[in-house]
């Protein structure tokens, strides 16, 4: 989720990934970890969120998806999943985790350690 | 509250089931642990037979993986056998000497499949057909070996004999009595059933009995009775199952031919339930999972502690999965004292039929050839409906019943009843799936199967399911004139944003939406694709694409698959190649080490399994070798297929090969409402499939037929005749008008075929055949249209075009 810009420069955890000019508009790029890979996507309005990148369904690669407002639909089975919180719309059921990302001074910062609520890490 | 702790011992179909309706009514009420003597997650046992026939594999079949486990909180103990329920410290113990405790038990424990006390049946080679060790040593013997013996002639005998025919063996059946499936089929059923499976290269004795099995160490021979012996690398006895309550029985539990339970699932202990193929309830068992499904449902309801429910026994159908077979059985079919048959036979089209009548009610019902009125019968069979004023159409099916039936699948499903069970294993009706897919938007079969668990799990109702889902938002299709939105987002209909964006010269996605009051910010994945398409055949010229309004596959020119890589299918045009290029993509391919090369059905071949960030620099290896992206990804001109024609074909009539592949050259790179696939066959034989095309060319002697609006796919559709033409510059100006009406007009994802229903093939002869100056003026326009498409995608990407799409952002180790 995206955090006020005046904190301070980000210490601990987290990481500068890229800039913001990285991630086309309505779209997303990939973070590769050895622990799975991480989506980070960028709304209409520059916002930027970061989740999983797999779908709760059946693993579908989520950075891959049509990102409009503040969702993206699944490329493999077009679940919809809500950018800020992971979860998947409704009536379907189930969650990609989400990771806390900021940006300052155009760039991009994401923490490795996803938010609580969601088991699918 | 500390929780109360649940164990169940057998991690199968049952068994798994009830945990899944437990924690739909009380997710929070138990601790829960499983013991599976598997070493697997669960998976979908029905489907072993396909896997066996190569269709599927394990991960296809796989139910709930680790990780529904594990959200769930359940603690999984694969390959871990109970051997020991102590009852009085109410605890459980397995093989290894682990050990859980339990407030309530389920046993859940399936059968153990018979085998026949005959000398050898302990050799190396003679397996039995239950699980995926089965399997894999099935697979394995199939790999090395030539001949195969099954022992029985029943349902799982026919599933096992199929799957390793169609893995290579030479398989031959052996079968106690004279009929086959003679617990589900009558004989002239059983007759038709032996005589196809014999076309597809079956071998049948029958009856015969085995008398031993023959070998030192491995398996050699099966004799017979008769003192006939068939050679054998690999004996399969599927003879029947047996109750497995071998546990339950030590731990003291009453157990006849099964675990007795009650109608509320429990044992002679109320803490400890069964469930499943073990138990024995009202002097039943059962063997098949509609019974064991509706029993989860009640023991999972008494477990919540909600107690209204109750299991009264069930009335169980089957249906064979032999791919291409149709098969249907149900209740009684032999007949009795009171009993009349109704009987038809249509043996040119393949079809038997037989209902069995007691006073007026459907006692039982035995289909075969064609089985779509299977859950009709069953229906009427269940509920004692007196059919007495059904006699006389009762055998022809609902359809005929009013006055609406053609026959075919959709107007059949359409005039079902809401309440008819379309899919026998998890009983779901059809207005459940009509109603969750128009409730909740779904439109694929995986939604439907993912929404209502219909269709998932032996998969013999996929067809109706489809049906449905065709019916229910094909509807869309027929009611042209009522206005309907082009998604959410908008009130406005496709129609009227077309009309639109010619009018008010809108010429972005942004002042598309401005202008209709869109009620979402930026859209969504269902009108951004659309309106990205129509600004681009209004504009051809001016408009700019936008990438991130196109779906994955458009987006990166290639197709996504279900493990995220992608496949590349280079052009190859009219599906005629050179050596030299066959060379240069076998080399590429090795290059890249491609994982599959696959010749497609569109005469062309497929590269799977690449990386993403792999693709451009395959593309440019194909791009210096000449070859263009083949679009297989897109709603894009796909595939030409051409025959031989008369440059080879002693039929041949024109040179069909040529022009397909000018038809290739001059529509290649065309973006359209949806694919679009064309065909030109060289003589009325129609090697090419022309007439199940978008459009499609019949060459004759006289010249070339045009055909349109056909396609294959879930609703196959052969194309309307439109007219005769006499040379091949005609042909083009035809084809080239044809796509650009399709493409002005056309709603985005409405193929040829349902936009030429809608529309009519009236409308499109006077566009395309009659108004001369209209068909050179859009063929004009398609031409103009083209020279701005015709860039070849890749070549752009391996030069550097949207790079950021095919590398990470960034690595973390
Ligand atoms: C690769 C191929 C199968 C093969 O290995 O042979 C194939 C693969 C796919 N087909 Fe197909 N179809 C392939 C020939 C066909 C044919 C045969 C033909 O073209 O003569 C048909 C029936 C003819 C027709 O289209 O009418 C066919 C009817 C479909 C349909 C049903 C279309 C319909 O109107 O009902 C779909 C679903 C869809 O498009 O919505 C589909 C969808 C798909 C998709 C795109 C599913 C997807 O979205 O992932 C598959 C892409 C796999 C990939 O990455 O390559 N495929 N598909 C064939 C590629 C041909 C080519 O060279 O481009
Ligand atoms: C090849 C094949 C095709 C079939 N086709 C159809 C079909 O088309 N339609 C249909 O309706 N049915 C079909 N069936 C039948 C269907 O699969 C069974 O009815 C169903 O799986 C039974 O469910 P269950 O939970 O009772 O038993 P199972 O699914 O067999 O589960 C029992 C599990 O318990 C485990 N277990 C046993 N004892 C212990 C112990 N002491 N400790 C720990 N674990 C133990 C076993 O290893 C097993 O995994 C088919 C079966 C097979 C084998
Ligand atoms: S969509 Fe085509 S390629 Fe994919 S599984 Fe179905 S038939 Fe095969
Ligand atoms: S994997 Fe995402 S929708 Fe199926």
Redesign the pocket.
Known sequence: MQVAAQSKVPAGNWIEVGTLEDIPRQGARVVRHADGDIAVFRTLDDEVFALRDRCPHKGGPLSQGIVHGKRVACPLHDWKIHLDTGMAVAPDEGCAASFPVRVEGGKVFLSLIPDAGCPNK | MAKEKLVL???????IRTVEELLKLAPEKYEIAV????PLVNYN??L??PVLAGEKNFDDIVLNDDAWYAANGIQLHKG????KVDRVRREVVAADGTKASYDRLIL????NPFVIPVPGKELEGVVT???MYDIERMLAAANNHKHAVVIGGG??GL?AANGLLKQGMAVTVVHLLDTLMEKQLDAAAAGLLKRSLEERGLNFLMPAQTEAILGETKVRAVRLKDGTEIPADLVVMAVGIRP?FT?AKKAGIHCDRGIVVNDTLQTYDPRVYA????VQHRGQT?????P?FEQAKVCANHLAELGYSRYEGSVTST?L?VTGIDLFSAGEFQGGEGCEEMVLKDAGRGVYKKVMLKDNRVQGAVMYGDTMDGAWYFQLMRDGTDVASLRDKLLFGQAHLGDSGHGDIKARVASLPDTAEICG?NGVCKGTIVQAITDKKLFTLEDVRAHTKASS??GSCTGLVEALLASTLGGDYSVATKKKPVCGCTEHSHDEVRAGIKLHQLKTIRSVMDMFAWQTPDGCNKCRPALNFYLLVAWPDEYVDDNQSRFINERVHANIQKDGTYSVVPRIWGGETTPGELRALAEIAEKFQVPTVHITGGQRIDFLGVPKETLPAMWGDLSRAGFVSGHAYGKAIRTVKTCVGKNWCRFGTQDSTTMGIDLEKMSWGSWMPHKVKLAVSGCPRNCAEATIKDFGVVCVDSGYELHVGGNGGVKVRATDFLCVVKTPEEVKEYCAAFLQVYREEAHYLERTAPWVERVGLAYVKQRVVEDEAGRKALAARFLHSQTFAQVDPWGERAKGTDKHEFIPLKRVS
């Open positions: 011992v057998g991690n199968g179909m049952a068994g013991f599976g003597a598997e046992r029905i072993l037979s871990k056998e109970i051997i859940a424990t399936g059968s057909f239950r699980d349902l799982l599933e497995n546990l469930v499943g193929e073990c059962y063997g098949l999972v509609a064991l249906k999965k294993c799990s032996c």
